[in-house]
């Protein structure tokens, strides 16, 4: 039987997590960003989304 091919995004840091609240910095490293302009592609969860939503004003979220 063949494998769903699961839904993944691709997240991008497009501001600084530098002063921003200690949760959200740990969203931020949670997500695998390290530098700015840096992108991961994650699977599209619940729980990714959720912290993508959490940061949303530092990220940009694009289909992958």
Known sequence: MAKK???QIA???VRSPAGAK???RECVR???LKRMHQTV???DTPS???MVNRIDYM???AEA
Do not use: A, F, Q
């Open 5 to 7: 091919k699961s839904k």
């Open 11 to 13: 997240v991008t840091l």
């Open 22 to 24: 200690p949760r959200h």
């Open 30 to 32: 949670g997500l695998g």
């Open 41 to 43: 592609v994650l699977e």
């Open 48 to 50: 990714v989304r959720g």
């Open 59 to 61: 990220v940009r979220v």
